[in-house]
């Protein structure tokens, strides 16, 4: 798996997590929607931190948190 599908199945785990559509989710943290889409949709080779900044910061979550999940794992990311 590439680094830019693990971001978006986080997101979206976040988003069911949280309980937020991903506009929600977009539109409470202040991301454009068209980048919000891009991101998701696995066309953003690298996303800025601050995009993953703003999504912690709406859910209340700290960077690392973000972060620990198995999907990003070395080992399960592609170069």
């Known amino acids: 798996m590439f680094f830019k599908e693990a971001l978006s199945k ?3 785990e976040l988003c069911d997590e949280y309980h937020y559509s991903p506009n929600r989710l977009a539109e ?3 991301i454009p929607p ?3 889409r ?3 949709s696995n066309k953003v080779e690298n996303p800025s931190a ?3 900044y703003k999504i912690c910061k ?3 979550i ?3 948190e973000f ?3 198995d999907l990003f794992n070395f080992k399960k990311l592609d170069d």
């Open 67 to 69: 972060y620990d999940s």
């Open 34 to 36: 068209s980048t919000f």
């Open 38 to 40: 891009a991101m998701i």
């Open 62 to 64: 700290e960077l690392k």
């Open 28 to 30: 409470l943290s202040a």
């Open 50 to 52: 601050t995009i993953i």
């Open 10 to 12: 986080r997101i979206f």
């Open 58 to 60: 709406t859910l209340k």
